[in-house]
């Protein structure tokens, strides 16, 4: 497994690569990876002939008081787990290799995918996701990416900006790794003390509720409120609670994938959650 900190660097490993180098597939991570971010790997290679992995926590799409600073950093453990994944190459870039001007370029998604959901709650968020993935694809020109759908907001944009800027790059996603209790992996759950953690695993089980009252026609309305003050009776604040088009986040089309979303704080955490209707 190579490390590689520098563009040049990745050029030239990338660039040897050619000719023999068959799809390079990509894995962007923030780092602090957990059996999600393997199983995008391992889901991954099945696509590819060589894995790249890399690792940056990308401030642009923190914003003002959220958790950049203390965002955990574990690039030893990282590194070890991505040995034992038999990963080709990480690439490591630091904040001047990736915004190299001052006043750095953005990517503004439409304001159809944005200002929505998550978008609600973190201005700018989706400005910073799409500026980085950007440069991600045309620093490692990967033939596939993979991404989870716990982000499934992030996983739409990143598939229209492909769409729209004509990049040779195919999306893979992949459905949510869940701890065995249901709750959705994340490096965010570490915020969560012992008695927030016992509680999390609801916001799963409310999405599953809704979506088989959905299925049996109850009023959304009705099951929507009733969901939202059980969160809130366990301790959540809940942000959004949505049923959408699974293709466009516009209303729910009959006949069409349809996603249920939800966010909610629950201490210190923010944790995020979906699940897919037919
Ligand atoms: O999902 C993430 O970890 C990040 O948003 C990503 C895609 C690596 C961009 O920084």
New binding site residues.
Partial sequence: MRTVEQLDSLRATLDGWQGRRGRVGLV???GNLHAGHLRLIRVLRDHCDRTVV?I?V?PT?FGPGEDFQSYPRTLDADLEALERESCDLVWLPDVETMYPLAESFRIQPPDRLTQKLCGLDRPGHFN??AS??LR?FNQVSPDVAI??EK?FQ?LLI?RQMVKDLALPIEIQALPTVRESDGLAMSSRNQYLTAAERAIAPLLHQTLIELAEKLSAEHSWEDSRQLAWDQLEEAGFQPQYLEWLSAESLGPPQPGRPQRLLVAARLGKARLIDNVGLV
Avoid: E
Wanted: proline share 6%; charged share 5%; glycine share 12%.
């Fill in positions: 962007p991570t923030m890399s940056f990308n799409q910073g996701v980085v993935v991600l991404f989870g982000d992030q990143i």
